[in-house]
């Protein structure tokens, strides 16, 4: 695969995700930020979240999305940072401009997709911002759009609040997004020679992952079915999280032949009865089940009740937390790493799909500007322009 260069005004999470992937590619990877004004922390907010790492603007927060990156500062508000940011275009040969920005604020930062590939007619150009361009003025954050695409409105107990997932889903369903149509846009650029522009809307995104709900409105369902279920599946009985005497564990029984299985088991053997033999009766019954079943589970141990299942051929897991993942040995040998200045090892999450002869080491992510100067070098930039655009506070001093 040929190695691409990607350009991109990025912060948060959406898109430095996005762009992340490409990295794992093997990819070149130029994050813009910011120039600090004097009025606050200089760059992408999210530098300066989380515990510090090695220095102030590379905090725990920021590390796992930004690793194997280049990082420019450049002022984007006036005609000659937009004239560096075309010269960087024709001159790197960029393949990929990427923003998440307000789509309000594209045509005076000069960022557009019209003014871009004017200068790059391949050029493809994608954006993430909270409900598209028809939306331009509205700002969005993973949670603020989990609540109004009713993620939050189907997550948590049903006899409590509303409740967030506990991964930013939405971010990173939008940096998804860019990455699967960004390589489309690469095949059909390798068809026509034409670039191609992309709005990922994260509302739309999101809803489209309703697939299980949003479409029931139409088949006269049950409210039941379309709101918080906790832990239970509102489809498949028994589906649910159960206590064992020495923790908690998930088991899904997905047909009615592997809750015949279950039922099979001497232990699980008390929980078959004529209205349990189908789905449907088990739905009828779901109450009941549940207390039955957690009557059962509460006495055993979690080797006991592993064992059992995984004779039956029930899918099951132990509820695990964060660092025992990290530990699993499906897991363990496929996790990204990378190494602080002074020499510290940091595991991070696996790629989503192992390639052939793509690393799984990558550089620490550069402080804030870091490579601008030499950018603008390689860009054909002489000393003498890269200080005068300084002076101009087109770049950091």
């Known amino acids: 695969m040929k190695k691409r260069t990607v350009l991109s005004l990025e912060q948060a999470l959406s898109m430095p995700y996005a762009t992340l992937r490409f990295v794992q590619l093997g990819w070149r990877v130029i994050r813009i930020e910011a120039l600090?004004?004097?009025?606050?922390?200089?760059?992408?907010?999210?530098?300066?979240?989380?515990?510090?790492?090695?220095?102030?603007?590379?905090?725990?927060?920021?590390?796992?999305?930004?690793?194997?990156?280049?990082?420019?500062?450049?002022?984007?508000?006036?005609?000659?940072?937009?004239?560096?940011?075309k010269r960087l275009l024709r001159e790197l040969d960029v393949d990929v401009f990427c923003c998440n920005t307000m789509p309000e604020r594209y045509v005076p930062l000069g960022i557009d997709y019209a003014t871009l590939c004017a200068v790059k007619p391949d050029l493809i150009w994608a954006g993430i911002s909270a409900l598209g361009p028809d939306y331009p003025e509205v700002p969005g954050y993973d949670p603020v759009i989990q609540a109004m695409a009713g993620y939050v409105e189907l997550t948590g107990d049903p006899n409590g609040m509303p409740m967030l997932c506990?991964?930013?889903?939405?971010?990173l369903k939008a940096g998804d997004e860019v990455y699967a149509n960004v390589m489309l846009a690469l095949a059909e650029r390798a068809e026509t020679g034409r670039g191609r522009e992309i709005h990922v809307s994260m509302l739309q995104a999101a809803a489209s992952w309703l697939i299980t709900t949003l479409p029931l409105l139409d088949f006269?369902?049950?409210?039941?079915?379309?709101?918080?279920?906790?832990?239970?599946h509102r489809k498949f009985v028994p589906t649910n999280v159960y206590s064992a005497r020495d923790g908690f564990f998930y088991m899904a029984i997905g047909s009615d032949v592997q809750w015949r299985r279950l039922t099979?088991?001497?232990?699980?053997?008390?929980?078959?009865?004529?209205?349990?033999?189908?789905?449907?009766?088990?739905?009828?019954?779901?109450?009941?089940?549940?207390?039955?079943i957690g009557a059962i589970t509460a006495d055993l141990s979690m080797v006991e009740i592993t064992q059992d299942l995984r004779a039956a051929a029930i899918p099951h897991a132990r509820i695990n937390s964060v660092a025992e993942v990290?530990?699993?040995?499906?897991?363990?040998?496929?996790?990204?790493?990378?190494?602080?200045?002074?020499?510290?090892?940091?595991?991070m999450q696996p790629m989503a799909v192992d390639l052939p002869g793509v690393t799984r080491e990558f550089p620490f992510p550069p402080k804030y500007g870091e490579q601008t100067r030499p950018l603008l070098h390689e860009a054909g930039f002489s000393e003498t322009e890269c200080s005068a655009l300084a002076a101009a506070g087109v770049i950091p001093d």
């Open 220 to 232: 006269n369902c049950e409210p039941w079915e379309v709101t918080r279920a906790g832990n239970e």
């Open 36 to 85: 600090g004004s004097g009025k606050g922390l200089p760059g992408d907010p999210n530098r300066y979240i989380g515990s510090r790492v090695v220095d102030d603007d590379r905090r725990s927060y920021y590390v796992a999305p930004n690793v194997g990156k280049e990082a420019i500062a450049l002022n984007l508000k006036g005609r000659e940072g937009q004239d560096v940011l």
């Open 264 to 292: 099979a088991l001497p232990r699980f053997a008390s929980l078959g009865t004529d209205l349990r033999l189908t789905n449907e009766g088990r739905i009828c019954d779901r109450a009941n089940l549940r207390r039955d």
């Open 166 to 171: 506990g991964v930013p889903v939405i971010d």
């Open 326 to 347: 990290g530990a699993l040995d499906a897991l363990r040998e496929h996790l990204t790493i990378t190494h602080t200045p002074d020499g510290q090892r940091v595991r």
